[in-house]
């Protein structure tokens, strides 16, 4: 079975720092990797995904996340936060042929202050 | 125009009455389902459909009965409603249902069982 741990509940940042959002995995098989945000009483909008090839991938917003194999990880960074990023956001993995199903984190809630 | 619609966006009801949940997708895509989001907001997936066959039942109770007219629409219809089913409810679609097609998800419905 396949699980997800995101490693933080809430950070708080500053607007224009740095942002590093945690997310580690578990897995038997090979997974495909998903960062999804979800603006308040929004649905889910994906930022980014990882299937294969190169381990850095970007994704919508300025945000990119890297896979890493051997740590189980899939951490979602941004250089440079808005006041706009301030959201929930979810981690999840997906398995080959299990009908498309979804396993998601618990949740990170960037909240990005002026 | 909507890519996953959902009606209605909020519902508000008593214990152990019956309510339906509509989801639309104009997306054209083959799999579509259902997430429940509690209170902490986890995200679980409860069904999925591939061409109005279902393929995933998620060990929901038999008081939730999803219908797909057809690959565009998939409904949730809940009996004697409980306390504990209050949450939020995520439509989502998916061309195909591999595991590497990302979700679009509609903006929700939140139930409240009083």
């Known amino acids: 079975a396949q699980s997800v741990t995101q490693l933080d509940s809430q950070v708080p940042v500053f607007e224009e720092a740095p942002v590093e959002l945690r997310c580690n995995y578990s897995s038997s098989v090979s997974v495909y990797l998903f960062w999804y945000v979800q603006y308040p009483n929004q649905g889910l909008q994906l930022l980014l995904k990882?299937?294969?090839?190169?381990?850095l991938v970007k994704g919508i917003n300025g945000f990119e996340a890297e896979f890493n194999k051997s740590q189980t990880s899939f951490h979602l960074r941004k250089p440079s936060v808005h006041i706009s990023d301030t959201a929930e956001y979810f981690c999840a993995v997906s398995v080959n042929n299990q009908g498309g199903k979804l396993i998601f984190g618990q949740g990170t809630e960037l909240s990005v202050k002026p | 125009d909507t890519a996953v619609s959902q009606t209605p966006k909020y519902l508000v009801t008593q214990m152990g009455n019956d309510k339906s949940i509509k989801c639309e997708q104009n997306l054209g895509h083959d799999t579509m389902y259902w997430y429940k989001q509690d209170s902490k907001k986890f995200l679980k997936i409860m069904f999925s459909y591939n061409n109005k066959e279902l393929i995933i039942n998620e060990t929901v109770p038999n008081r939730f009965s999803p219908k797909s007219p057809d690959k565009a629409h998939l409904n949730l219809h809940i009996n004697s409603l409980e306390l504990g089913d209050s949450a939020v409810y995520f439509c989502a679609s998916s061309q195909g249902w591999a595991g590497d097609s990302p979700l679009h998800f509609g903006n929700g419905t939140r139930l409240t069982v009083t």
């Open positions: 990882y299937l294969s090839g190169s381990t």
